[in-house]
């Protein structure tokens, strides 16, 4: 194959919709009757035809369900395309998900070994590495606790130093940044570059277009399912902003909700205002069909070009408290520090028992702030500065 | 020359990648571990447990099939006869639960990252090996104490672990795969275990079963297997001609079973 390391021709997939998935026998035997009524299909790849070169690094952007992950759920063959074909040279290593396999009851060792082994490393691979893994993570004195002992920043640099550490000459990574502090998404990023400046070739999902365009020289542009531009990670990421403005007419929750989320608390309305005094109420509305004591919920807020600005966490003295039926919670945040921009934001109701979130709303169109002070300055944050004193030293 | 891996829409594979099966077996041990020491996590007496367990089965079982319902046992101990009939069973249909829901119990992975699906309910054969373990020392012990030592024919006994071992991922390996769509099935195993206790020689002996409907008796693979177990560790007589029978099905069933699988294994992460 050359200088290509992967080649992509053609790659469509098709999912049925509008009917749930027959998970019965009945419904299945059924269906054998009425023959396909209601049953649409969805593309959520369309002929996509591309072709990445070894050591490269490429970034793959695009709206929700643009179909990125199905993209990367295909080349790492957890699922297979409808049509076209892929071809890719040398070992595959994908990171879909930050700690996949890993059992709680298991000490940090442990998993490193089962992990380690369902991502294909061999056990001896494993021990040659493993001083580095932990060394990596920083859990060095953790390592023989459960890792339900873990905070859910511990478990994610444990899991993500395993992944890293994978001998491959092929990485695909989805969104593995989206979690954890600002600190260890650097040192992952780090890890990354490395990956990329030795000479393995890197195919990067994310919404962070910093990380991508600090990452990846080329980037692809996908839009419901085709490739809609395709080049220097630079234009194609101004290529995305302009489009992305028009994210800012279409409100509907549910398309920005993660899919496979628990359905006892889901997010039900977000509106977002500036009121009389300039700062941001922030009105969520969540309906659950549970009562759930010590609710925990997150925000984070996102540039137009998806860098992290703030992240707000409950904390102990915050819990929420859901009941039944619907429940509305108001936040207010003050506008001091934000600057004329639009703004994005992930809405995440959790509870102090599980990492993973009950209820997920990825990059929601935040807000599009007018700020009062008039200012020119189209940096990330608006900050009070004023002339204080001038003095001449003479 | 670096590894090709080609994608395309027609996976359909006629039979398991054995090749790519045997490159996984390290995961195949790392996922029997895991279960092993998640089911005795934070306890205090941790893998005795995994002693107690089966003795205090073996008790109470024998009770029942030995003391309260006397049956004919060819003058063989009551105990050993149960023990020997009931360490087979306790295998299989332990295996046949655990690998059937084993597709299911493990869509997260399968969602997530890619290896060979077929990994996950080989794995359960594996961690169920200690409890048969466990009970066959029980038994050994048991048989010095009444002075009942095996014959020669004790070297069979392997072959007859062998033949529960892919007779319980034949049933689990189709269960798996079924219930990944059909999540019915998964209501079926717990019919079929019960049923199969009493179609079993588990507390009876196959002999009682008149001549002439032994030819249909023998189709359940576990009714030659379990006379098997037993005739390896006390037989006297020869074994059961119709054993054979139980034998070919056992065999047909775990190849239909991974044709089955191959079959469906790319789809998994779709329908599941």
């Given at each position: 194959?050359?200088?290509?390391?992967?080649n992509?021709?053609?790659?469509?997939?098709?999912?049925?919709?509008?009917?749930?998935?027959?998970?019965?026998?009945?419904e299945?035997?059924?269906?054998?009757?009425?023959?396909?009524?209601?049953?649409?299909?969805?593309?959520?790849?369309?002929?996509?035809n591309?072709?990445?070169?070894k050591?490269?690094a490429v970034?793959?952007?695009?709206?929700?369900?643009?179909?990125?992950s199905?993209?990367?759920?295909?080349?790492?063959?957890?699922?297979?395309?409808?049509?076209?074909?892929?071809?890719?040279?040398?070992?595959?290593?994908?990171?879909?998900?930050?700690?996949?396999g890993?059992?709680?009851?298991?000490t940090?060792?442990?998993?490193?070994?089962?992990?380690?082994?369902?991502?294909?490393m061999?056990?001896?691979?494993?021990?040659?590495?493993f001083?580095?893994?932990?060394?990596?993570?920083?859990i060095?004195?953790?390592?023989?606790?459960?890792?339900?002992?873990?905070?859910?920043?511990?478990?994610?640099?444990?899991?993500?130093?395993?992944?890293?550490?994978?001998?491959?000459?092929?990485?695909l990574?989805?969104?593995?940044?989206?979690?954890?502090?600002?600190?260890?998404?650097?040192?992952?990023?780090?890890?990354?570059?490395?990956?990329?400046?030795?000479?393995?070739?890197?195919?990067?999902?994310?919404?962070?277009?910093e990380?991508?365009?600090?990452?990846?020289?080329?980037?692809?542009?996908?839009?419901?399912?085709r490739?809609?531009?395709?080049?220097?990670s630079?234009?194609?990421?101004?290529?995305?902003?302009?489009n992305?403005?028009?994210?800012?007419?279409?409100?509907?929750?549910?398309?920005?909700?993660?899919?496979?989320?628990?359905?006892?608390?889901?997010?039900?309305?977000?509106?977002?205002?500036?009121?009389?005094?300039?700062?941001?109420?922030?009105?969520?509305?969540?309906?659950s069909?549970?009562?759930?004591?010590g609710?925990?919920?997150?925000?984070?807020?996102?540039?137009?070009?998806?860098?992290?600005?703030?992240?707000?966490?409950?904390?102990?003295?915050?819990?929420?408290?859901?009941?039944?039926?619907?429940?509305?919670i108001?936040?207010?945040?003050?506008?001091?520090?934000?600057?004329?921009?639009r703004?994005?934001?992930?809405?995440?109701?959790?509870?102090?028992?599980?990492?993973?979130?009950?209820?997920?709303?990825?990059r929601?169109?935040?807000l599009n702030?007018?700020?009062?002070?008039?200012?020119?300055n189209?940096?990330l944050?608006?900050?009070?500065?004023?002339l204080?004193?001038?003095?001449?030293?003479? | 020359?670096?590894?090709?891996?080609?994608?395309?829409?027609?996976?359909?594979k006629?039979?398991?990648?054995?090749?790519?099966?045997?490159?996984?077996?390290?995961?195949?041990f790392s996922?029997?571990?895991?279960?092993i020491?998640?089911?005795?996590?934070?306890?205090?007496i941790?893998?005795?447990?995994?002693?107690?367990?089966?003795?205090?089965?073996?008790?109470?079982?024998?009770?029942?099939?030995?003391?309260?319902?006397?049956?004919?046992?060819?003058?063989?101990?009551?105990?050993?006869?149960?023990?020997?009939g009931?360490?087979?069973?306790?295998?299989?249909?332990?295996?046949?639960?655990?690998?059937?829901?084993?597709?299911?119990?493990a869509?997260n992975?399968?969602?997530?990252?890619?290896f060979?699906?077929?990994?996950?309910?080989?794995?359960k054969?594996?961690?169920?090996?200690?409890?048969?373990?466990?009970?066959?020392?029980?038994?050994?012990?048991?048989?010095?104490?009444?002075?009942?030592?095996?014959?020669?024919?004790?070297?069979?006994?392997?072959?007859?672990?062998?033949?529960?071992?892919?007779c319980g991922?034949?049933?689990g390996?189709?269960i798996?795969?079924?219930?990944?769509?059909?999540r019915?099935?998964?209501?079926?195993?717990p019919?079929?275990?019960?049923?199969?206790?009493?179609?079993?020689?588990?507390?009876?002996?196959?002999?009682?079963?008149p001549?002439?409907?032994?030819?249909?008796y023998?189709?359940?693979?576990?009714?030659?297997i379990?006379?098997?177990?037993?005739?390896?560790?006390?037989?006297?007589?020869?074994?059961?001609?119709?054993?054979?029978?139980?034998?070919?099905?056992?065999?047909?069933?775990?190849v239909?079973?991974l044709?089955?699988?191959?079959?469906?294994e790319?789809?998994?992460?779709?329908?599941?």
């Open positions: 194959m050359g200088d290509v390391a992967i992509i021709e053609g790659l469509s997939k098709r999912y049925l919709i509008g009917e749930k998935q027959n998970n019965s026998l009945r299945s035997l059924s269906n054998l009757f009425a023959k396909s009524k209601n049953k649409a299909d969805f593309w959520a790849l369309e002929d996509i591309c072709q990445i070169n050591g490269e970034g793959i952007i695009g709206a929700n369900g643009a179909g990125k199905t993209l990367l759920k295909i080349l790492s063959r957890i699922t297979y395309p409808t049509k076209g074909k892929a071809t890719l040279e040398g070992r595959v290593a994908s990171l879909l998900e930050v700690g996949t890993f059992h709680p009851e298991l940090g060792r442990e998993n490193i070994f089962l992990n380690g082994s369902l991502l294909g061999k056990r001896s691979e494993i021990i040659s590495k001083d580095e893994i932990v060394s990596f993570s920083g060095d004195k953790f390592i023989d606790t459960p890792v339900k002992r873990y905070s859910s920043g511990m478990y994610v640099r444990l899991a993500f130093s395993v992944a890293a550490h994978l001998n491959t000459e092929i990485l990574v989805d969104e593995v940044l989206a979690v954890g502090d600002y600190k260890f998404q650097q040192q992952c990023l780090g890890k990354m570059n490395e990956v990329a400046n030795e000479g393995k070739t890197l195919l990067f999902v994310s919404h962070n277009l990380a991508i365009s600090s990452l990846c020289s080329k980037s692809i542009l996908l839009e419901n399912g490739i809609k531009s395709n080049g220097s630079h234009n194609i990421i101004a290529d995305y902003i302009d992305s403005r028009s994210a800012f007419t279409n409100n509907s929750i549910d398309f920005y909700r993660q899919s496979h989320r628990s359905q006892e608390v889901v997010f039900k309305e977000i509106n977002v205002v500036q009121n009389v005094n300039d700062n941001i109420l922030i009105n969520l509305v969540l309906d069909i549970i009562n759930l004591d609710a925990l919920i997150e925000i984070h807020l996102y540039s137009e070009r998806g860098v992290l600005l703030f992240q707000y966490y409950s904390s102990d003295n915050s819990v929420i408290n859901i009941r039944k039926g619907s429940n509305k108001t936040f207010e945040m003050d506008s001091n520090a934000l600057s004329s921009n703004y994005f934001a992930d809405f995440k109701i959790k509870t102090t028992k599980n990492v993973s979130a009950l209820d997920y709303i990825e929601y169109p935040f702030f007018v700020s009062k002070i008039n200012s020119t189209d940096g944050m608006q900050l009070n500065i004023k204080e004193d001038v003095d001449y030293i003479s | 020359m670096n590894k090709i891996t080609t994608i395309t829409s027609r996976q359909n006629l039979f398991p990648d054995l090749k790519e099966l045997y490159s996984y077996r390290q995961l195949l996922l029997a571990l895991r279960d020491k998640v089911k005795y996590a934070q306890t205090y941790g893998i005795l447990w995994a002693f107690i367990n089966p003795v205090f089965n073996l008790l109470v079982l024998s009770f029942v099939f030995g003391v309260v319902a006397k049956v004919n046992t060819n003058g063989l101990p009551q105990l050993l006869f149960t023990i020997a009931l360490s087979a069973w306790t295998y299989f249909s332990t295996l046949l639960t655990e690998a059937g829901n084993s597709i299911v119990g869509q992975m399968i969602k997530k990252i890619y060979p699906r077929l990994v996950i309910p080989l794995s054969a594996l961690s169920g090996l200690i409890d048969l373990g466990v009970t066959l020392i029980c038994l050994i012990i048991l048989m010095m104490y009444y002075k009942t030592l095996p014959g020669v024919q004790i070297i069979y006994l392997p072959l007859f672990v062998l033949l529960a071992i892919i991922l034949a049933g390996i189709l798996s795969a079924l219930s990944a769509r059909y019915d099935f998964s209501y079926v195993v019919m079929l275990v019960r049923l199969g206790l009493y179609i079993t020689p588990v507390a009876y002996s196959a002999n009682s079963i001549e002439k409907y032994k030819i249909f023998y189709l359940n693979p576990m009714a030659g379990v006379e098997g177990f037993r005739w390896s560790l006390f037989g006297s007589e020869s074994p059961d001609q119709y054993m054979i029978i139980s034998i070919v099905v056992a065999l047909m069933l775990f239909a079973s044709i089955y699988f191959a079959k469906i790319h789809k998994l992460a779709d329908i599941i």
